[in-house]
């Protein structure tokens, strides 16, 4: 009867650990000692597992703080802190009966102090699925296949391919690449865009593993090219393996019925706007396939932070680029950006907040000084206010407040933001008409928008095909927009990267971009010199970069007509007597009394005394 009544309590004590099974998923899947906040959250996911008690085996310098479960029985949150001075190694936590190792692993030398893109750089943007493909990896377990034929489906561009041309991208003087997203995105269909993630911490099979990005970004990095990873912290796509088994209920935003969000941005800044109004532009879902995260949900804001921190830290990154930044939540976007800034001072990311205001762009950068109070530590954000002025300018007739006077005031609204000189100006990008479309095809006017992208005071990034003039219905399509580019499959007809089948128009805009890029990445005054403008008039704007040793004269001349400009107006700038090179074409001369600015171009000149 003992030997009964012992065996029935030992069952007894051990059904906790026969009911749950050992974590299928540890996320992160690893950490870093040195890191400045010591604090990590362990998100283990496996079933049964939410009420088992972790044990850590001891470990110099590492403490399990606590445990907690959400609202599934299948998630166990675990706190650890890890002190400065740690050692690198592998925890040993033991989970439900069973012990699981962890790495815990030392920081590349000088991870911290990793210098971020700015004003020096020029960013070049590629969909990677429609860029070029090497590997043909296949789709084994994927819910959708490769179709080239659809504009909507999957044409098998992967990190092969772009590690294939990284010299392509370096030869035409861009020092970042920037590829919408790479995770995993399992959808049945519509999956290449990156945007749906359906595995936060898994480089999509179609692109590649986690070692093959890792290799990408080493070799960019060899070849003077930082990498900026695309990261979603608003949404993930309906496949994600959350939404099989959310760990609590409000870890994505519901509502009674399915509510999308309006889009009306300015309800955050709006002085005047309802609650409710607030409330649905960042609760509300974009699609029915892109469930809304709830970042108020302490637990998911941590998972975001640690999972954006892993990227850097694990791939050596040179920036963040966040995808529709002010839909998720405002206050945990002050914390997410300042925990990133907090381990990476110099590093810099870049917000999405497609809105064509200066005051609404400004409100999310950081240093700014809001009517609210509400703070951001995101150094830079896309300047779509100044990007929709540029289109203006070349396609509006001008006026007091029309054309290319849009542009002049639009740099004027500078004073609103608090370091406009690192905003990202960009010719288009994977959501907008291509330029040389929305121009008509006009390339003088497309020569014009770039060299404004190259001189002004802002970080250019271009879309990739811009420089052979690729072309999109001018009504947004986004299967369109983002074409495969020319050569980045075997059989292709024509290729962008050796130049074969490539109109004459093509191969010298693309000769033309390589030349203006190459200029700027040694042009040192159009990184950080002052800038003067002058009122447009005529057609022609001018403006000035410079610096105590050197100038730099921009004409854009939008005009049908050569403009002859006498250069007395300019006087705080250029003398009559200064010396002058055409950056492009190499020329040189002595300005004189008056400058003849060909028709439907831009002018790039070096003045020297």
């Known amino acids: 009867m003992k030997a009964l009544i012992t065996l029935a309590i030992a069952l007894l004590m051990s059904l906790p650990t026969m009911a749950a099974e050992p974590a299928t998923r540890v996320e992160p899947p690893n950490w870093w000692i040195g890191m400045r906040n010591t604090s990590l959250q362990l998100m283990l996911h496996g079933a049964g597992i939410a009420d088992a008690q972790p044990m850590l085996a001891p470990y110099p310098g590492v403490t399990l703080k606590a445990s907690h479960r959400a609202t599934s029985a299948n998630y166990l949150f675990i706190d650890l802190d890890i002190a400065p001075g740690t050692q690198p190694g592998e925890l040993a936590l033991t989970v439900a009966g069973r012990t699981l190792r962890y790495p815990l692993l030392a920081r ?93 911490y898994k480089i999509d099979p179609r692109f590649g593993t986690n070692d093959d990005f890792g290799s990408f970004v080493t070799e960019a990095r060899a070849k003077g090219i930082g990498v900026i990873q695309d990261i979603v912290l608003n949404h993930i796509g309906g496949g994600h393996w959350w939404m099989a088994d959310l760990p609590a209920p409000d870890w994505v935003n519901a509502w009674p019925q399915y509510t999308e969000t309006h889009h009306a941005r300015m309800t955050l800044q709006d002085p005047y706007a309802s609650p409710s109004d607030r409330l649905r532009f960042s609760d509300g879902w974009f699609v029915p396939g892109m469930p809304d995260l709830n970042q108020r949900r302490p637990e998911l804001a941590t998972y975001l932070t640690q999972m954006t921190l892993w990227w850097v830290e694990r791939f050596g990154l040179s920036g963040i680029r966040t995808d529709t930044y002010s839909y998720s939540d405002r206050d945990f976007l002050t914390r997410w950006s300042a925990r990133v800034m907090q381990e990476y001072p110099r590093l810099n990311i870049v917000g999405e907040e497609w809105s064509p205001h200066p005051a609404v762009v400004s409100y999310w950068q950081r240093g700014k000084k809001n009517h609210d ?140 971009t390589r030349r203006l890029f190459n200029w700027r990445k040694g042009a040192t005054t159009t990184h950080d010199g002052a800038l003067m403008q002058y009122a447009p008039l005529e057609g022609c704007y001018v403006f000035f970069r410079y610096d105590a040793g050197r100038t730099v004269m921009v004409v854009l001349n939008k005009s049908a007509k050569p403009m002859e400009l006498a250069l007395a107006r300019f006087s705080e700038r250029v003398a009559v007597d200064d010396r002058a090179r055409d950056v492009l074409s190499g020329r040189e001369f002595r300005l004189g009394a008056k400058l003849t600015v060909p028709a439907r171009s831009p002018l790039i000149l070096e003045v020297s005394r």
């Open 373 to 512: 109070g509400y703070v951001s530590y995101t150094p830079s954000m896309m300047d779509f206010p100044l990007q929709t002025n540029l289109l203006a300018a070349l396609t509006e007739a001008d006026g007091a407040h029309t054309g290319l006077t849009k542009l002049y005031e639009g740099l004027a609204h500078d004073f609103v933001y608090a370091d406009p000189a690192n905003l990202v100006l960009f010719d288009g990008n994977h959501d907008t008409p291509r330029i040389h479309s929305l121009l008509k095809r006009d390339v003088g006017l497309t020569k014009i928008a770039l060299a404004y992208l190259a001189t002004t005071r802002r970080i250019p990034q271009l879309f990739y095909g811009s420089e052979i003039l690729l072309q999109s219905p001018v009504e947004r399509d986004d299967g369109r927009v983002r074409a495969d580019m020319p050569g980045g499959w075997p059989g292709d007809r024509v290729n962008a990267f050796t130049g074969a089948g490539l109109s004459t128009e093509q191969r010298e805009m693309q000769d033309w």
């Open 108 to 200: 590349a030398p000088g991870s911290a102090e990793r210098q971020g893109f700015g004003p020096k750089d020029a960013i070049y943007l590629v969909v990677p699925d429609r860029f070029s493909q090497a590997a043909n990896l296949g789709q084994a377990g994927m819910k959708e296949g490769l179709n080239r034929a659809d504009h909507g489906g999957r044409h098998g561009g992967d990190l092969a391919g772009m590690r294939q041309h990284l010299d392509y991208i370096a030869g035409l003087g861009f020092t970042q690449v920037w590829p919408t997203p790479l995770v995993e995105n399992n959808s049945a269909k519509y999956s290449y865009h990156g945007y749906a993630a359906t595995d936060f």
